[in-house]
């Protein structure tokens, strides 16, 4: 099972961009599904969680700004950022917790993508 974010990259103070992760594999459902951000320096933090129903539950900093969703049927969480800052910039990593086929539950990460907020 892994998992494989897209959609970093470089944008402008203002910006927005989407990021995606899709999961794939032995995979008999998907509990919580997250990102988490780590920049230079920095331990990583949360950004934004999403139950399997579609809870969710944002970090203050991602309150306004940022909006994250899912497909189930496409095992993919999406992160909407809006009106980006240069703090924003890190190396943005999705969560998921899996249910196997074999019915065990793991914890994985994605690889990360990196958000480069700058002029």
């Known amino acids: 099972v892994q998992l494989v974010e897209s959609g970093g990259g470089l944008v402008q103070p203002g910006g927005s961009l989407r990021l995606s992760c899709v999961a794939s594999g032995s995979i008999f459902s998907i509990n919580a599904m997250g990102w988490y951000r780590q920049g230079v320096g920095n331990e990583r933090e949360l950004v934004a969680t999403?139950?399997?129903?579609?809870?969710?539950n944002y970090a203050d900093s991602a309150k306004v700004r940022f909006s994250i969703s899912r497909d189930n049927a496409k095992n993919t969480v999406y992160l909407q950022m809006n009106s980006l800052k240069p703090e924003d910039t890190a190396v943005y990593y999705c969560s998921a917790s899996v249910v196997l086929t074999t019915r065990s539950t793991v914890d994985i990460w994605g690889q990360g993508t990196l958000v480069t907020v700058s002029s």
């Open positions: 999403i139950s399997s129903g579609g809870h969710t």
